[in-house]
């Protein structure tokens, strides 16, 4: 596995999948260049970690000018991009008949604008440097659909459709595509839920290991995803708590 000296940039870095991956990605030697809106949970993070692999800023990734200026802060300060990670992302589910139409918006500007954003600001600095590697986590519900979650399920179905688009028009330039799919993981990521009780009850199921996986188990796979060979590339990976249905 080779991932010592690589540049690599995370979105949604200040919580959950995205925060274990930064502190995996560190440890296994990488320059991790992270961002996200909540800019004291970056310097909790940052304070833990050699301030020579890393750098961090204040991201929203539905800004294009505020991905590219994450991106433009791992070429000025390690001088490329391994591999970008589009990992923010919310899950404000509800019933459609709710007519919840703000969140509805802010999933699509975040989940589904957030990875076009970050193709957006990468993908001319890959062709430059004739590498690269783009991975973005979906979810189950990007392959299923469930009940009460059809906006948050249309997101991840069209974050898969782009990645495998993706995937097919960059290979000739030799830029790989992960798309990492989870089942259940215990993360902040309940928060987003705007009814409290349905909040609560999710929490009460991440909260059971045998339920969910932990941040970690996705920052592993992450971690390998990057590290194999040029010649090698994971395009989809379905991780799920060994019990989920
Ligand atoms: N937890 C699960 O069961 C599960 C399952 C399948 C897929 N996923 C996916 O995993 C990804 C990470 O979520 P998580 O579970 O680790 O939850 P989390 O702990 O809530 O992390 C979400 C991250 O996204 C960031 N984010 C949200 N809106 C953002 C924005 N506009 N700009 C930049 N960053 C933003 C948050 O940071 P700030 O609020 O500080 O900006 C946070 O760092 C998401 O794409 C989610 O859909 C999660």
């Known amino acids: 596995m080779q991932i010592q000296d690589k540049v690599v940039v995370v979105t949604g870095a200040s919580s959950g999948i995205g925060a274990a991956t930064v502190k995996q990605l560190v440890a296994s030697g990488a320059k991790v260049v992270f961002g996200a809106r909540r800019t004291a949970k970056l310097a909790k993070i940052a304070a833990d970690l050699p301030a020579d692999q890393i750098a961090y800023r204040a991201t929203d990734v539905t800004q294009l000018a505020d991905v590219q200026a994450l991106v433009d802060l791992a070429?000025?300060?390690?001088?490329?991009?391994?591999?970008?990670?589009?990992?923010?992302?919310?899950?404000?589910?509800?019933?459609?008949?709710?007519?919840?139409?703000?969140?509805?918006?802010?999933?699509?500007?975040?989940?589904?604008m957030g990875v076009l954003n970050g193709i957006s600001a990468v993908l001319p600095v890959m062709h430059r440097q004739g590498y690269g590697h783009i991975l973005a986590t979906d979810s189950i519900a990007g392959y299923k659909v469930f009940a009460d979650s059809a906006v948050y399920c249309g997101t991840k179905f069209a974050v898969r459709a782009i990645m495998e688009g993706l995937r097919q028009e960059e290979l000739k330039n030799h830029i790989k595509t992960t798309l990492v799919a989870p089942g259940m993981v215990d993360t902040e990521l309940y928060k987003t839920i705007a009814d409290p009780q349905v909040a609560q009850d999710l929490v009460k199921t991440w909260h059971q290991p045998e339920h969910s996986l932990r941040p970690e188990d996705l920052a592993d796979l992450v971690v390998y995803a990057i590290g194999l060979p040029q010649r090698v590339a994971i395009n989809e990976v379905k991780i799920r708590p060994a019990g989920e249905l």
């Open 75 to 112: 070429v000025l300060q390690f001088g490329k991009v391994d591999a970008l990670f589009n990992n923010a992302g919310i899950m404000p589910t509800a019933p459609l008949a709710a007519d919840h139409r703000q969140e509805w918006q802010q999933m699509l500007d975040i989940n589904v």
